[in-house]
């Protein structure tokens, strides 16, 4: 398991109930295709936003109930149809998307949390709705978890995202903990660097742990399901603090060898 940008998505895991595997696997092409939109490849940015305005038609489409060319389409409408899925978390992440490819800075971290809502929450709501699990509270707490990996994710790749022009630390901590961008480009792990960091880490962990109170109440191997994707998250923040915040030559992932602990820390909670 790893903790990555979509890559908490259960698929086709064993211990997915077996009749939602496919509408999981559906949900996660669409996901991840439009992700790849915004991010792969060398396309120009007026050209990702062209392909993510023809992904926002077909939604359109299947909102109004009308006929999809793509195939991926037909596949998400029948989906929709079938486990009776709000379609705005779909229009949310296509949104997030398009952020990403005109948006590379954010001023402060409530602009980057209003990101991530739509970002990262609509996948945790769309999962909350296929299991029929989608009270007020649980929506709260998934909203935390998700949130949380979303950040852990932004904490693992700081130097990846610069690649592509990329700063998601708010730009307030910057400035507040005396820290600049260009230790970005040269790698620099200083004491000031370490405690930005460290600030991160401390209130992403906290976002975590107040949401994970929803592991248990979900049910059977959704439920741990879940804590392996949180485990894995907390287990990132970890490393990078094993690492002494050292994210340019330490790139912290889970690996076969972090499983006994995660399922032992999944079992414990």
């Known amino acids: 398991m790893s903790v990555n940008h979509y890559e908490n998505f ?5 211990l997915m109930p077996a009749h939602l595997r496919p509408a999981v696997k559906t949900i996660y092409a669409f996901a991840r295709s439009a992700d790849d939109l915004a991010d792969e490849g060398s396309a120009s940015d007026v050209e990702r936003l062209s ?3 023809e992904y926002e038609n077909n939604l359109e489409l299947i909102r109004n109930k009308q006929a999809c060319q793509h195939p991926l389409f037909n596949d998400l409408a029948e989906v929709i149809s079938t486990h009776q899925l709000p379609i705005s978390p779909f229009f949310d992440l296509l949104s997030a998307f398009k952020q990403d490819v005109t948006c590379k800075r954010y001023d402060h971290f409530t602009s980057l949390l209003q990101y991530c809502d739509r970002s990262a929450n609509p996948v945790g709501r769309i999962m909350l ?3 029929k699990e989608t009270s007020s509270d649980n929506l709260v707490k998934s909203d935390l ?6 950040l852990v994710n932004f904490w693992q ?3 990846i995202d610069w690649q592509k022009s990329r700063v998601y630390i708010p730009q307030e901590d910057l400035l507040r903990f005396h820290v600049s961008e260009s230790q970005i480009v040269e790698g620099v792990c200083n004491q000031a660097w370490r405690a930005m960091m460290q600030f991160q880490i401390n209130r992403t962990r906290q976002m975590m742990i107040t949401g994970s109170p929803l592991c248990k109440r979900l049910p059977g191997r959704f439920g741990f399901e879940l804590r392996l994707v949180v485990q894995g ?3 990132i923040l970890e490393k990078i603090e094993a690492a002494d915040m050292d994210i340019f030559r330490h790139r912290p992932t889970i690996q076969a060898t972090d499983s006994p602990l995660l399922l032992w820390r999944a079992l414990k909670m």
């Open 10 to 14: 259960p698929v086709a895991s064993w």
């Open 51 to 53: 392909a993510l305005t």
């Open 129 to 131: 709705h296929l299991f």
């Open 145 to 150: 978890i998700c949130s949380a990996l979303q």
């Open 157 to 159: 790749d700081i130097a």
């Open 233 to 235: 998250g907390l287990r």
